[in-house]
């Protein structure tokens, strides 16, 4: 890696992203609305009260991820489509640079998402945990640091913005399903079980899950957070290599 080509290319992501305030309002903004939507769902609902706790923490190991993807692989194509990477390419900058410039520029966006999502869910809606608060806030950082990865990866096997977002179903469609969110994971058929295994959303939902049981920092916990980062430093290492030099 190229630590001059990397910090240029964090500094150029972070100066668009900053500069582009309806992406900054999706990323900061769309996922707290979302939750507070859920919270006037739940809010006459019997017993709506301890099924919002529930489902809002939920909620916090899901968007980010969810959200992350989609803006990433986007913003990725539109520099792809519109030559940007052509004429990059004829600079000393490596792919490695490239990707992790871009990871890091969203991460530390994401770490804004995250906060916003936190507070709104803590002290707007009154949701209730027995842990701390900061692990929720790792965690959805994390969350979307796996959304950025996925996100490289498909831009990087997709041709067009289009075909991108339709891997939204499959990738984040699919994680919902089998995060333990509508049905535990351990109830799940035995081959739906192992194959959730897999799926970053899970661990995250589990992650957030042990939060609101229990304060106590338990290896369940620590063990949720490690596989979380693990599968999405394996889908960043694995972006670049994919990564097209051509446009066309």
Request: overall charge positive.
């Amino acid at each position: 890696m190229n630590p001059r080509t990397y910090t240029a290319t964090v500094k150029r992501v972070l100066f668009q992203l900053l500069n582009d305030k309806r992406t900054i309002a999706l990323i900061m903004a769309v996922p707290a609305l979302l939750v507070t939507l859920l919270y006037f769902v739940y809010r006459d609902y019997p017993g709506g009260d301890v099924l919002f706790d529930r489902v809002a923490v939920q909620m916090i190991a899901i968007l980010p991820m969810s959200v992350m993807f989609l803006i990433t692989s986007i913003t990725m194509l539109k520099e792809r489509v519109g030559g940007t990477l052509e004429r990059l390419w004829t600079t000393p900058m490596r792919r490695a640079d490239l990707v992790l410039g871009y990871a890091t520029a969203f991460t530390l966006v994401a770490v804004g998402q995250a906060l916003v999502l936190s507070a709104v869910c803590a002290w707007a809606l009154g949701v209730t945990i027995a842990g701390n608060w900061g692990w929720i806030i790792l965690t959805a950082l994390l969350d979307a640091f796996v959304g950025v990865a996925i996100g490289l990866l498909i831009s990087a096997l997709s041709s067009t913005e289009f075909q991108a977002v339709q891997f939204m179903p499959l990738i984040v469609g699919m994680q919902i399903f089998l995060c333990g969110m509508l049905v535990p994971r351990s109830q799940l058929p035995s081959g739906l079980e192992e194959a959730s295994l897999v799926m970053p959303m899970s661990w995250a939902v589990n992650a957030v899950g042990e939060v609101q049981a229990g304060s106590a920092v338990t290896q369940g916990l620590v063990m949720d957070m490690v596989v979380l980062a693990a599968i999405g430093l394996v889908v960043l290492a694995a972006a670049p290599l994919t990564m097209p030099r051509k446009t066309r």
